[in-house]
């Protein structure tokens, strides 16, 4: 941790533990925006390929010929440029029309917004206040309107009393000013084709069960795989970067806050991680007994994995942020039961007779398990030294290719040829050198090292038989060999 002026910033690294999207508000399309590539999908830098394209010798008629797909400028250019976009898991029958899109800059580089990271954390934080206070906003709350009949407040804005009252109307006002929170970026190999699945809730004759939606018949499913769902670009498990996590010490200062609103943001690593991996316990908790109580055995063991691993790691604060974290991730899920019956009722969410939210969205992997959007923020030292060895010895592996292709580059005509020897199989190493013998342009000292090294080799080998007398006819071919090679060494 370092102080500059008033900030005091922490390097923080974050690790995507299941799919995780920040979407771009765009879709990819195919013959649009990509192709296909080796049973996969592979999207075109399609201003590369252009360039390619006019800084090429193609003729006219050429180019005129060029049809209007991508796929035929990709032809035309000679080379796919962009990013190959690898399947999850397994692959598609038929390559998707349409894939949601990843946030990326110009360079294709995804990442994950420091605004995605702070809203969740923001999200996060008033959750687990309003959950310890409940009774005391509880006037903040819409109520029917006696004389209407309908909310005292649109759906729209139904929190926007409650959160006036939190962090004040003013923006000026709100204590989450003092956090900033810097961009992650990823890198584009780190990104798959993510196959996402709906798992819905249904009551048939008063029984609530699990079955699959299928988007695109609107029909519920007890299969999964008669069910389609979308393909989404994500950032997958194992996916590491680092950022930058802020507190504005002049403003955490400030007189103008009430200490209870400076309670909202604890201001050091060691406090936000309590505070954040309490609400993470308790929202994987009530995930695992959703998916514990219809039955979804994969998904409540993905949860409770997170849940374990969360218990035993005290240097991480877990999170779920961004795409498919779903109603309950992005309120925060902090309205008690009785409460949140009451909020549905006056907004008419749902049926009465059915958990809400009743959907969920899961990434296929063998089968749909992953729940979307966890990571783990913990301190960049953690990864700083393995990260500093691996561009070591990738700046060292990089250096001996450099050494060896110099190596070969001064090698003579004779030492390239012995060079090539180490990529068949050693059996065969005199007779490809016996071939070379008969090269004109080898001079008498490069034949006499070829014919000596032959030699050693039939010898090594037991191939050398220059007096063999009888009449075996695989050593009879040694023999015949091994004279020709005693011809050249008394001839040089």
């Given at each position: ?51 390619e394209?006019?800084?090429g010798d ?19 250019a000679?080379?796919?440029y ?11 029958a ?28 923001s ?42 009252e ?19 970026m ?26 699959w ?7 519920n499913?007890?299969?999964w ?33 009430s ?26 908790q ?66 009465t ?38 561009q ?7 250096q ?12 003579s005509?004779?030492?390239?040829e ?21 090269e004109?342009q ?40 091994s ?10």
């Amino acid at each position: 941790m370092k102080m500059q002026g008033k900030t005091i910033s922490v390097h923080l690294g974050v690790e995507v533990l299941t799919p995780l999207q920040c979407g771009s508000g765009e879709d990819l399309f195919k013959e649009s925006d990509y192709v296909e590539k080796d049973k996969g999908v592979f999207v075109v830098d399609q201003v590369r390929s252009f360039n390619e394209v006019a800084s090429g010798d193609h003729d006219k008629d050429t180019l005129l010929a060029c049809g209007n797909q991508l796929s035929d400028l990709v032809k035309l250019a000679g080379e796919h440029y962009g990013y190959a976009l690898p399947i999850l898991s397994g692959g598609f029958a038929k390559m998707p029309d349409k894939i949601r899109a990843h946030l990326k800059d110009a360079l294709f580089q995804p990442y994950i917004p420091g605004s995605a990271l702070k809203g969740a954390i923001s999200t996060a934080l008033i959750a687990e206040h309003l959950r310890s206070t409940p009774d005391n906003y509880q006037s903040f709350l819409p109520k029917k309107n006696a004389k209407t009949n309908k909310p005292t407040a649109p759906q729209k804005v139904a929190a926007k009393k409650l959160l006036d009252e939190l962090l004040g109307q003013d923006p000026k006002q709100n204590i989450f000013r003092a956090l900033h929170v810097k961009d992650a970026m990823f890198k584009p190999e780190q990104l798959r084709l993510v196959d996402i699945r709906w798992l819905n809730l249904t009551s048939r004759a008063d029984k609530v069960e699990a079955l699959w939606r299928s988007l695109s018949s609107r029909k519920n499913c007890p299969k999964w795989q008669d069910a389609d769902g979308i393909y989404a670009e994500m950032l997958v498990p194992k996916s590491t970067a680092s950022f930058q996590l802020q507190w504005d010490e002049f403003l955490l200062s400030d007189m103008q806050w009430s200490t209870a609103k400076k309670d909202f943001l604890p201001s050091n690593f060691e406090d936000l991680k309590g505070k954040l991996n309490h609400h993470a316990s308790y929202r994987l908790q009530q995930e695992i007994a959703f998916y514990h109580r219809y039955g979804a055995v994969k998904p409540e063991q993905e949860c409770t994995k997170l849940l374990n691993d969360l218990n035993q790691d005290s240097d991480s604060i877990y999170i779920q942020l961004s795409w498919g974290s779903g109603w309950r991730g992005m309120t925060g899920d902090w309205m008690s039961t009785d409460l949140a019956l009451e909020m549905r009722a006056l907004y008419n969410l749902g049926k009465t007779n059915m958990p809400f939210p009743k959907t969920r969205r899961l990434a296929v992997l063998g089968e749909p398990k992953f729940p979307l959007g966890w990571v783990r923020l913990f301190p960049y030292s953690q990864i700083e030294q393995k990260i500093k060895q691996q561009q070591a010895e990738q700046a060292a592996h990089k250096q001996r290719e450099i050494d060896e292709k110099q190596r070969i580059e001064s090698l003579s005509p004779l030492g390239k040829e012995l060079e090539n020897l180490k990529s068949v199989p050693e059996q065969e190493w005199d007779t490809r050198l016996l071939h070379k013998l008969d090269e004109a342009q080898l001079s008498k000292a490069d034949r006499k090292q070829i014919a000596e090294k032959i030699k050693q080799l039939m010898i090594k080998a037991d191939k050398w038989q220059p007096d063999f007398a009888g009449s075996n006819k695989s050593k009879l071919k040694f023999k015949e060999r091994s004279l020709k090679v005693l011809k050249f060494l008394s001839e040089l």
